[in-house]
């Protein structure tokens, strides 16, 4: 089962929000709609920020197609619609609005590298690699055209094309791109900058996800104590900051360490933007997943539902952030056994997955091969490996056929023909997924200790004890490694 956990990465993105000297009594209106539109924003409050934005727009248009502050508007009313969630609404905009940039100063204006960055986001989102890579290379190579290779619009660049490398699974790539910004943010503001913060928090996210836990934890520490004293022990980012260390000490088992960075992450998040603001949410989730992995299922549950309740009201029901809460919440449900209540949580959560994202995302293959699980465990198997099998399908076609889900999805597969029996079928899928796991994730990381467990359970039902002890051995190496300080 893979839960889908909120992992927030201080990703970098360049949003044009800074409206034009007004010099007319309409564009100190335009101004007002801006900044007022954008304080709502920032607080939540969509359905204000949306009418504010709304009329922005209204007024922009009047200043002439190639007017600056047209784009500016477009461009914000986008990523309004791209926090709720509302893709095919954002695009254009993000469209209309680079079109009138590259117009009005021509492609290879930072301005355009700005929003070539934004509709690359969006893109990147909805799983859309091969529409995002161009443009992310093609703002990079803008930035530093006119910027030169050190500044810090640059390392923005660099940083967020390495979080699409990150996110298709290519850590190589990612790498030493996170490392450069890291290091032009360093010169150019100062070792204790915020912006030298995100950058560590991301490289910490890339040791993390391939279970090198040792690099990533100082690096966490590190932003986390630059976060504090720059802007102080209650401010949001701080927030983020305390969730992804205890993210790491989650994944690592280290719960006791986990729940209270948790719990301060919320109360700040709580303090700060009220009981009812997303990020609230995303704490809640993450606490939730705490207490389930635990087995505290009486403590997760209303942390999950109230997670759910607050992207419910905030962005509405069919919500990407939704489809994760109710994935979660099955999840929960499906360890208990409760099936009944499981099923059509996960099946919801699904159709909202299309919906938002289409049927080839990698969000859409998560969900399925929760729902192929639950099949599994009820000994349905005639349901369950279909389900699998567009998983897996998707996985190979969205991230590539040596990405880690892609070993998680064969893994899973081979669990169900393992369970029937049919051994022939099972052997070369956890074969290929131990090979991807052990390149995309060092021979070290807990997920190879997991393919070598049940390859072993395959080995010794074929009689080949011999071989099933040298990889369990194996993987208690690992689990040993993993649990030493």
Same mark, same amino acid.
């Given at each position: 089962?893979?839960?889908?956990?909120?992992?927030?990465?201080?990703?970098?993105?360049?949003?044009?929000?800074?409206?034009?000297?007004?010099?007319?009594?309409?564009?100190?209106?335009?101004?007002?709609?801006?900044?007022?539109?954008?304080?709502? +924003?920032?607080?939540?409050? $969509?359905?204000?920020?949306?009418?504010? $934005?709304?009329?922005?727009?209204?007024?922009?248009?009047?200043?002439?197609?190639?007017?600056?502050?047209?784009?500016?508007?477009?461009?914000?009313?986008?990523?309004?619609?791209?926090?709720?969630?509302? #893709? @095919?609404?954002?695009?254009?905009?993000?469209?209309?609005?680079?079109?009138?940039?590259?117009?009005?100063?021509?492609?290879?204006?930072?301005?355009?590298?700005?929003?070539?960055?934004?509709?690359?986001?969006? *893109?990147?989102?909805?799983?859309?690699?091969?529409?995002?890579?161009?443009? *992310?290379?093609?703002?990079?190579?803008?930035?530093?055209?006119?910027?030169?290779?050190?500044?810090?619009?640059?390392?923005?660049?660099?940083?967020?094309?390495?979080?699409?490398?990150?996110?298709?699974?290519? *850590?190589?790539?990612?790498?030493?791109? !996170?490392?450069?910004?890291?290091?032009?943010?360093?010169?150019?503001?100062?070792?204790?900058?915020?912006?030298?913060?995100?950058?560590?928090?991301?490289?910490?996210?890339? *040791? /993390?996800?391939?279970?090198? !836990?040792?690099? @990533?934890?100082?690096?966490?520490?590190?932003?986390?104590?630059?976060?504090?004293?720059?802007?102080?022990?209650?401010?949001?980012?701080?927030?983020? =900051?305390?969730?992804?260390?205890?993210?790491? #000490?989650?994944?690592?088992?280290?719960?006791?360490?986990?729940?209270?960075?948790?719990?301060?992450?919320?109360?700040?998040? &709580?303090?700060?933007?009220?009981?009812?603001?997303?990020?609230?949410?995303?704490?809640?989730?993450?606490?939730?997943?705490?207490?389930?992995?635990?087995?505290?299922?009486?403590?997760? &549950?209303?942390?999950?539902?109230?997670?759910?309740?607050?992207?419910?009201? @905030?962005?509405?029901?069919?919500?990407?952030?939704?489809?994760?809460?109710?994935?979660?919440?099955?999840?929960?449900?499906?360890?208990?056994?409760?099936? @009944?209540?499981?099923?059509?949580? #996960? +099946?919801?959560?699904?159709?909202?997955?299309?919906?938002?994202?289409?049927?080839?995302?990698?969000?859409?293959?998560?969900?399925?091969?929760?729902?192929?699980?639950? !099949?599994?465990?009820?000994?349905?198997?005639?349901?369950?490996?279909?389900?699998?099998?567009?998983?897996?399908?998707? $996985?190979?076609?969205?991230?590539?056929?040596?990405?880690?889900?892609?070993?998680?999805?064969?893994?899973?597969?081979?669990?169900?023909?393992?369970?029937?029996?049919?051994?022939?079928?099972?052997?070369?899928?956890?074969?290929?997924?131990?090979?991807? /796991?052990?390149?995309?994730?060092?021979?070290?990381?807990?997920?190879?200790?997991?393919?070598?467990?049940? !390859?072993?359970?395959?080995?010794?039902?074929?009689?080949?004890?011999?071989?099933?002890?040298?990889?369990?051995? /194996?993987?208690?190496?690992? /689990?040993?490694?993993? =649990?030493?300080?």
């Amino acid at each position: 089962m893979k839960p889908c956990t909120i992992y927030p990465l201080a990703v970098l993105a360049l949003l044009c929000t800074t409206p034009a000297a007004p010099c007319l009594a309409q564009a100190t209106l335009w101004d007002g709609y801006i900044a007022d539109g954008k304080q709502a +924003k920032d607080h939540g409050q $969509y359905a204000k920020a949306l009418k504010l $934005y709304t009329l922005a727009l209204e007024e922009a248009e009047k200043f002439g197609l190639t007017d600056p502050r047209l784009a500016i508007s477009l461009n914000n009313l986008a990523e309004l619609y791209y926090t709720q969630g509302d #893709y @095919a609404n954002a695009e254009p905009l993000y469209k209309r609005s680079l079109a009138i940039k590259e117009k009005a100063h021509g492609r290879d204006h930072p301005s355009v590298a700005t929003n070539l960055n934004n509709l690359a986001e969006l *893109y990147r989102m909805q799983g859309d690699y091969a529409k995002a890579e161009p443009l *992310y290379k093609r703002s990079l190579v803008i930035w530093e055209k006119a910027l030169g290779p050190d500044h810090p619009n640059v390392a923005t660049s660099l940083n967020n094309q390495a979080e699409l490398y990150r996110t298709q699974g290519d *850590y190589a790539k990612a790498e030493p791109l !996170y490392k450069r910004s890291l290091a032009i943010s360093e010169k150019a503001l100062g070792p204790d900058h915020p912006n030298v913060a995100a950058s560590l928090n991301n490289l910490a996210e890339l *040791y /993390r996800t391939q279970g090198d !836990y040792a690099k @990533a934890e100082p690096l966490y520490k590190r932003s986390l104590a630059i976060w504090e004293k720059a802007l102080g022990p209650d401010h949001p980012s701080v927030g983020t =900051s305390l969730n992804n260390l205890a993210m790491l #000490y989650n994944t690592q088992g280290d719960y006791a360490k986990a729940e209270p960075l948790y719990k301060r992450s919320l109360a700040i998040f &709580e303090k700060a933007f009220g009981p009812d603001h997303q990020d609230v949410a995303m704490s809640l989730n993450n606490l939730a997943e705490t207490y389930r992995t635990q087995g505290d299922y009486a403590k997760a &549950e209303p942390l999950y539902k109230r997670s759910m309740a607050i992207w419910e009201k @905030a962005l509405g029901h069919d919500h990407p952030n939704v489809a994760t809460s109710l994935n979660n919440l099955a999840l929960l449900y499906d360890e208990q056994g409760d099936y @009944a209540k499981a099923e059509p949580l #996960y +099946k919801r959560s699904l159709a909202i997955y299309e919906k938002a994202f289409g049927p080839d995302h990698p969000d859409v293959a998560s969900t399925l091969n929760n729902l192929a699980g639950l !099949y599994k465990t009820q000994g349905e198997y005639t349901k369950a490996e279909p389900l699998h099998k567009r998983s897996l399908a998707i $996985y190979e076609k969205a991230l590539g056929p040596d990405h880690p889900d892609v070993a998680t999805s064969l893994n899973n597969l081979a669990g169900l023909y393992n369970t029937q029996g049919d051994y022939t079928k099972a052997e070369p899928l956890y074969k290929r997924s131990l090979a991807i /796991r052990e390149k995309a994730l060092g021979p070290d990381h807990p997920d190879v200790a997991s393919t070598l467990e049940n !390859y072993a359970v395959l080995l010794e039902e074929t009689k080949r004890q011999a071989e099933a002890d040298k990889l369990k051995e /194996r993987a208690a190496k690992i /689990r040993k490694g993993k =649990s030493e300080p």
